[in-house]
């Protein structure tokens, strides 16, 4: 059966106590991923873990398309972005993800801790009176705005906001200590549920992200022509952790905390986050901090070499970066791949009044709170995210494009080959010997055939693998430049092509033209399986099968003592010296040899049709590179296939009448989106609807990686089924939501 993984980029916006609603929707996805990894481990013979309702209907989801499309789709959520409230639920779901404990204590958290008599700081201070003679009539505006309120919610509300009124004045209501404690019990209740199963194969990375805001910020120097340099103030923090495997935990848990109460330190609710207030935290725990000098250096480098570590003060990611979409895009490039991959970058955006019209101004100009509230909190939180996913489209694109350019020259190529290497060279299947003897003559010719222009690709390629050293050895660009211009001789002292300094450079290093000649070929495979459906699947299946498994050599991670013994060579003096050792501890001849070892193996059991494919994809990629490079250089997704976008919302239900139960306004949006701090019944209300939504969008997302479409009723059954198991599993939980469980049910036909 084709194998296939639909990889998971999940971008959380902040949303204040919309995170309520987030946590319903990354709910679903780590139920989605725990379905598809005890899927997996299932057809491997490994024991499986026992799945929860909801996880089962997944499962069969997943079942159905294999059965229907022939594909074994496993769902990897391997990148998790976010900001504030999105940023917190981020760090939990990554936790999940990669050691297998479950999130249901995130859920106790947000439905019976997120509440204002929790958060509130225990001082109260003075004004009391005044403060309730003020406030009253405002209160009654929040209350009175949106959709009716039960007499109940009302009582409870009125009661929150008179706690809320009486708190300090002019400092933060909400207990920055207390904030951090919460976010530390709950990561130690998951830490002592039962061990799970990491939801991603060993080896493969899980790289999490959230951003803070540095309220002091630190100096940064931009060089230019004129002054030599300027300095600007940079208040941006992105706090991120990658794990590659099961080995060891990949945070500490002051770690976490720390990246999770910094990036949801709402500006005015919670004080700054303070280095020191993690330090009090561990010492009343009684527990030393792992790493702590370590991880501070890694994400405030310019405060740790300054020294001021304890003057830091971080407030909530979304000041500046509400969406960060960015780390998530650039963490999708050198992911290892062994079989097809279906990448999306899903966002989830809690917002649900977002006005996209101009606000009216009436006869004059905004007053002066207007002005001020919209410059410090809303207008950065509501910026527009098309300029990162025009960017994503635009990459996206060009891929197209290179694979276009590819198909245009093939007829040019073939001829170039079988010129090169005789007639009868596409149908062979040599061995793993032979065919790296063949790559190397295909690759001589095109050098040869290809003139002056060849020379130009050279340098291109010359240039972009210094920077691909400079950036994984950690060895000076500028000395490698040096270096280069004084050792390797573009052209030979005598005859055509380049000089065998370059080659044997290249030969060694150019890691980057390995992976491309792999991407190409299962490109070419792709197409081959749509032209040619008279071969069998299972063919199709091999050859491909066989292509991953090829690339996944060449994304393979560089080992930890070649990448520290690299890192701690002597580039500035020796750089020659320090450039052998690398090449003789990567090894790119023996991988070369790897590779053909695999296609030659291959071959033997393909159609013949398909051998030509695979010969020619393999052996002309020379010409083809010279075609494309500059395509690819600039957009290098390694996952080969163009990156698509979705977003979970409650605005995707807006004015939806086939669902009218997933319509319903979010409790959340009320008091400028604290509403749901106030309520238990209010984020009842949007946990529910966020794993409503949730699994109704990831239903939709995982049926369009089938290559074949469901029938519609199978699809409605199984969205019944889910919504009814969620419905199921909650209505013990939710206890002050009985009346919405009941109208659901009838509104979604649920009996």
């Known amino acids: 059966m084709r194998r296939k993984e639909l990889r998971i980029a999940l971008v959380c916006y902040g949303g204040i106590s919309l995170a309520v609603y987030m946590h319903g929707v990354t709910k679903e996805v780590w139920h989605l991923a ?46 998790v ?26 859920t106790r958290l947000w439905l019976q801790r997120a509440d204002i008599d929790q958060l509130l700081t225990r001082e109260e201070g003075t004004w009391r009176g005044t403060a309730k003679q003020w406030l009253a009539p405002l209160m009654g505006r929040m209350l009175g705005a949106g959709e009716p309120v039960s007499a109940t919610d009302e009582l409870e509300v009125r009661s929150r906001l008179a706690h809320l009124v009486r708190a300090r004045w002019f400092e933060a209501p909400f207990s920055g200590p207390g904030f951090s404690g919460m976010i530390a019990e709950a990561l130690d209740e998951m830490a002592a549920s039962p061990a799970g199963l990491r939801l991603l194969p060993d080896a493969h990375p899980l790289d999490l992200f959230t951003t803070a805001t540095d309220c002091t910020g630190y100096v940064q120097r931009i060089a230019l022509h004129s002054p030599d340099w300027v300095e600007e103030r940079e208040h941006r923090v992105s706090i991120d952790f990658r794990a590659s495997s099961t080995a060891g935990p990949w945070a500490s848990l002051p770690d976490l905390v720390f990246a999770a109460r910094a990036t949801a330190s709402f500006p005015g609710a919670f004080p700054p986050l303070q280095v020191s207030e993690i330090d009090r935290m561990m010492a009343d725990r009684g527990e030393a901090w792992p790493g702590r000098d370590a991880f501070l250096a890694r994400i405030l480098p310019a405060h740790a070499a300054s020294g001021d570590l304890h003057k830091v003060a971080l407030i909530d990611g979304s000041v500046l970066v509400n969406a960060p979409f960015g780390p998530a895009i650039a963490a999708l490039s050198a992911r290892p791949a062994e079989v097809e991959v279906d990448r999306r970058l899903v966002y989830v955006d809690p917002t649900q009044s977002r006005s996209l019209r101009a606000e009216p101004n009436g006869d004059g100009p905004p007053g002066f709170f207007p002005v001020i509230f919209r410059a410090i909190s809303t207008i950065p939180r509501e910026q527009p995210i098309r300029d990162n996913l025009e960017s994503l489209t635009r990459q996206s694109a060009a891929l197209q494009r290179a694979h276009d350019i590819a198909t245009g020259i093939q007829d040019e190529v073939t001829k170039a080959v079988r010129l090169v290497l005789g007639e009868e060279i596409l149908g062979a299947r040599p061995s793993a010997r032979q065919l790296g003897a063949w790559r190397n003559a295909a690759q001589h010719a095109a050098a040869q055939q290809a003139g002056y222009a060849y020379h130009a690709y050279a340098l291109y390629k010359l240039e972009a693998t210094l920077d691909q050293i400079a950036a994984g050895a950690g060895a000076p660009r500028a000395t490698l430049g040096r270096w280069a211009r004084a050792n390797l001789r573009l052209t030979p002292s005598e005859g055509p092509g380049l000089s065998g300094e370059l080659i044997g450079f290249l030969r060694d290093h150019d890691v980057a033209y390995r992976q491309r000649r792999m991407r190409h070929l299962i490109a070419r495979l792709d197409q081959a399986r749509e032209a040619q459906p008279e071969i069998a699947e299972t063919a199709h299946d091999r050859a491909s099968t066989a292509a991953w498994q090829a690339l996944s050599l060449t994304l393979g991670p560089v080992p930890d003592g070649v990448q520290g013994e690299a890192q701690g060579a002597d580039w500035a003096r020796h750089p020659g010296a320090a450039l052998r050792d690398l090449a003789e501890a990567r090894g790119m001849d023996r991988q070369d040899r790897q590779v053909d070892a695999v296609l030659a193996e291959a071959l033997p059991e393909l159609p013949d049709a398909l051998v030509e494919t695979v010969m020619l994809a393999y052996l002309g990629f020379a010409y083809h590179d010279a075609a494309t490079l500059a395509w690819f250089q600039q957009n290098d997704l390694a996952e080969t296939s163009p990156v698509r976008i979705d977003r979970i919302s409650p605005m995707d239900w807006q004015g939806d009448q086939s669902e009218t139960g997933l319509a319903r306004r979010l409790k959340g949006e009320a008091m400028h989106q604290f509403g749901a701090f106030f309520s238990r019944a209010w984020r009842e209300h949007d946990y529910l609807m966020g794993r409503l939504h949730g699994g109704a969008r990831l239903l939709d997302i995982v049926w369009s990686a089938c290559p074949v479409t469901i029938p519609t009723e199978e699809r409605a059954a199984i969205r019944q089924a889910l919504f009814t198991a969620i419905l199921d599993e909650e209505e013990g939980q939710l206890t002050r939501i009985p009346d919405l469980i009941v109208a659901l049910r009838e509104e979604l036909c649920i009996a």
Not at 52 to 64: I, S
């Open 34 to 79: 725990r379905a598809s990894t005890a899927r997996q481990r299932a057809a491997g013979q490994h024991a499986t873990p026992s799945l929860h309702r909801v996880e089962q209907v997944y499962a069969a989801m997943l079942d159905t398309i294999g059965r229907r499309g022939g594909l074994n789709l496993s769902i990897l959520p391997d990148i």
């Open 81 to 106: 972005a976010g900001a504030s409230a999105g940023g917190l639920n981020s760090v939990f779901l990554a936790q999940a993800i990669q050691s297998g404990q479950s999130l249901e204590p995130l």
